[in-house]
């Protein structure tokens, strides 16, 4: 049995890992922003221990670069970075539901399913108002609870992944966009998801998922066409 120094330096280590991870998804710690343990220990008020093993395992999710002189510093992902990740994770969720994970999912538990349901609610709601600092936490709970109901633990976490990253190359250029146009580049399907997953429609769920993959694809391709 581990000691109980050992967790509770570990709960901080998350705790401070998850801190961090809002404010990059938040897009408060941008692209390229550079920092040191020394400065981030002092922020949270903590030693120094937990801080680095924070750091390491952002790095470790590719949100963060290590550079051994002058600290951490935030990613910058490239558009180009943007749509592998799309295009990775639409070939994983195609093949999901070409082998059943609609029905997989059909047999999930009613208390499961409404959970993932409540997500979507919220998640479209605030796709629809155009509420980024809403929709960011619950399109990505939303996808890793629709993930642990069709796929296995691996791919989930895999698909997680992507889409924290995806989120964090796009929330700093989504928060330029015009507020008119903005609505117009966030995916607000959930809800018609659910209800396809529900019926164990594998063809109408993949076409939903498909046309968010689009969405962002067309996105990235305006992107390059107006160089930051």
Same mark, same amino acid.
């Given at each position: 049995?581990?000691?109980?120094?050992?967790?509770?330096?570990?709960?901080?280590?998350?705790?401070?890992?998850?801190? #961090?991870?809002?404010?990059? #998804?938040?897009?408060?710690?941008? %692209?390229?922003?550079?920092?040191?343990?020394?400065? =981030?220990?002092?922020?949270?008020?903590?030693?120094?221990?937990?801080?680095?093993? *924070? #750091?390491?395992?952002?790095?470790?999710?590719?949100?963060?670069?290590?550079?051994?002189?002058?600290?951490?510093?935030?990613?910058?992902?490239?558009?180009?970075?943007?749509?592998?990740?799309?295009? /990775?994770?639409?070939?994983?969720?195609? !093949?999901?539901?070409?082998?059943?994970?609609? %029905?997989?999912?059909?047999?999930?538990?009613? *208390?499961?399913?409404?959970?993932?349901? $409540?997500?979507?609610?919220? *998640?479209?709601?605030?796709? &629809?108002?155009?509420?980024?600092?809403?929709?960011?936490?619950?399109?990505?709970?939303?996808?890793? +609870?629709?993930? *642990?109901?069709?796929?296995? &633990?691996? =791919?989930?976490?895999?698909?997680? &992944?992507? &889409?924290?990253?995806?989120?964090?190359?796009?929330?700093? $250029?989504?928060?330029? +966009?015009?507020? %008119?146009?903005?609505?117009?580049?966030?995916?607000? !399907?959930?809800?018609?998801?659910?209800? /396809?997953?529900? $019926?164990?429609?594998?063809?109408?769920?993949? /076409?939903?998922?498909?046309?968010?993959?689009?969405?962002?694809?067309?996105?990235?391709?305006?992107?390059?066409?107006? %160089? +930051?």
């Amino acid at each position: 049995m581990p000691a109980s120094g050992a967790v509770t330096r570990n709960t901080l280590r998350q705790q401070i890992a998850g801190a #961090l991870r809002d404010e990059v #998804l938040a897009g408060r710690l941008r %692209p390229g922003q550079e920092f040191t343990v020394k400065q =981030i220990a002092e922020q949270y008020g903590v030693s120094a221990t937990p801080v680095r093993e *924070a #750091l390491v395992d952002l790095a470790g999710q590719g949100l963060l670069d290590s550079n051994q002189h002058r600290g951490f510093q935030v990613h910058r992902f490239s558009v180009e970075d943007f749509r592998g990740m799309i295009e /990775a994770r639409s070939l994983i969720v195609d !093949g999901i539901f070409r082998e059943g994970g609609a %029905p997989r999912a059909h047999a999930a538990t009613g *208390a499961a399913l409404v959970s993932v349901r $409540r997500r979507a609610e919220e *998640a479209a709601r605030a796709a &629809r108002c155009g509420d980024l600092n809403v929709l960011i936490g619950y399109d990505l709970r939303f996808w890793r +609870e629709l993930g *642990a109901l069709v796929t296995n &633990r691996y =791919i989930g976490e895999f698909l997680d &992944r992507l &889409r924290v990253q995806s989120w964090v190359f796009a929330v700093p $250029r989504l928060r330029a +966009e015009p507020e %008119p146009e903005l609505g117009e580049w966030l995916w607000s !399907g959930h809800e018609q998801l659910v209800d /396809a997953i529900t $019926r164990g429609d594998a063809a109408a769920a993949r /076409a939903l998922i498909a046309a968010d993959d689009d969405l962002a694809l067309r996105w990235a391709e305006r992107l390059e066409r107006r %160089p +930051e």
